[in-house]
């Protein structure tokens, strides 16, 4: 049996305990940070006087043979493989004999792990691998930061390409004032913007060394941890090892983001299922990012968005999983921290499948301005006639009150406020002149709204502009 432990049991582990302790089917994930940790570490042993060269050049070798064999996808577990951690080395054991037995020393398999998922994150997150090293580097995907970038530069092309469009904003899913579709595009843009400066907040805290740190106390072969570190690509290293093998905050952290990250896509989806619907008929899928139905042959649904919304549940859920965990635990490692891994690569795999699809959406989307138009109803006016009121000295609260009369009035007699007779304004409010008539136009409505941040064209285009700065950083 090639299991890290069991000198001091006379029994072997009941079957159902082993199924019900291993992480393998889980942490597998794991084998190249796991052996990018374990060379690194082959190297401070010799440094630290414990490996002699060869040894060290044996070690290597065969932990690169071991990632080759991961790669290739021709690596063979064995039932005896309680983790990663244990599977690596049991292969190494097999490939180099008995020296494989030394790469162990100092090391816990609480700092192990502790760094292994560092790393995985590290390189999940930001899609670098390590360069210029002959240390192995991670399956090549570019990285969760630039997927959200990919949705955040689809939303600022569509915004571009429909510049000048109009359509209702809503307040209370209620018609409300008129705006530019790109300003309602690019106020996802700037939700996802802040979650790309939450990501790059997190990331010093994620690159911080605990190897080194053994099981709880650290290590006692002169370790030259700043070295080692910085050869892994970590910032820094954690200053105390009672900490550091527990700390799973980082994590925590991550799946905050991921659950606001993921809640600010469930908005977009559901405003963009709501204007796909055949009732508002704003905007259409690209048939390659929509499905059908079995029965109804003439459905076209938002499954991508709908998946989008739904998953936002065990986005959120995988928190709140690992908070539990953490809560309460004693100091130091504890098994219960081996919950953390199924949390954290759900929310990672969520996304890596999730941002591009969410990507192609938004890409393809067909934006159906006549019938946005069409629903730009008078109504739409009355802030702005308001607006003018106050323009010529009436206090707000009085033209509020001036233009809802006015609104009745037009629903009485069934016409929108661009029909009704000057007569009729001028019935309800003197104030109101022949040049009412510029104000109830829905574009000026929108280019009146020059502010920063407004709606007008000169606004979105400055925006956009700003935006795209961003993306080239
Ligand atoms: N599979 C374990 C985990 O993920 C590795 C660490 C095991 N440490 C221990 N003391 N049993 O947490």
Known sequence: MAKLWGGRFEKSPDEQ???????????????????????????????????????????????????????????????????????VERRLHELKGDVAGKLHTGRSRNDQVATDVRLYMMWKISGQELQGRDTPATESESGIRALVQEVQRALVNQAESQLGALMPGYTHLQPAQPILVSHWLMSFFWMLQRDIERLDAQLPRISSMPLGSAALAGNTFGLDRATLAEELGFETVTQNSLDAVADRDFIAEFLFWAALLQTHLSRLA??????????????????????????????????????????????????????????????????????????????VETLEIELPVLAGVISTLSFRSKRMEAALQDDLLATDLADYLVRRGVPFRESHHIVGRVVRRAAESACGLRNLPLSVYREVSAHFAEDVSTVLDFRAVVERRAVIGGTATSSVTAQITQARELLQQ
């Open 270 to 347: 559901e405003d963009l299922i709501i204007y796909a619907s055949g009732e508002f008929g704003f905007v259409e899928l690209d048939d390659a990012f929509s499905t059908g139905s079995s029965i109804m042959p003439q459905k076209k649904n938002p499954d991508p968005l709908e998946l989008a919304r739904g998953k936002t549940g065990r986005m959120i859920g995988n928190l709140v999983a690992l908070l539990t965990v953490l809560k309460g635990l004693p100091s130091a490692y504890d098994k219960d921290l081996q919950e953390d891994k199924e949390p954290l690569f759900d929310t």
């Open 17 to 87: 305990l082993w199924r019900f302790n291993a992480s393998i089917d889980f942490d597998r994930r794991l084998y190249a940070a796991d052996i990018t940790g374990s060379i690194a570490y082959a190297r401070a042993l010799e440094r630290a006087g414990i490996l002699a060269a060869e040894e060290r050049a044996d070690i290597v070798e065969g932990l690169m043979s071991v990632l080759a064999e991961f790669e290739a996808g021709d690596f063979v577990f064995q039932p005896s493989d309680e983790d990663i951690h244990t599977a």
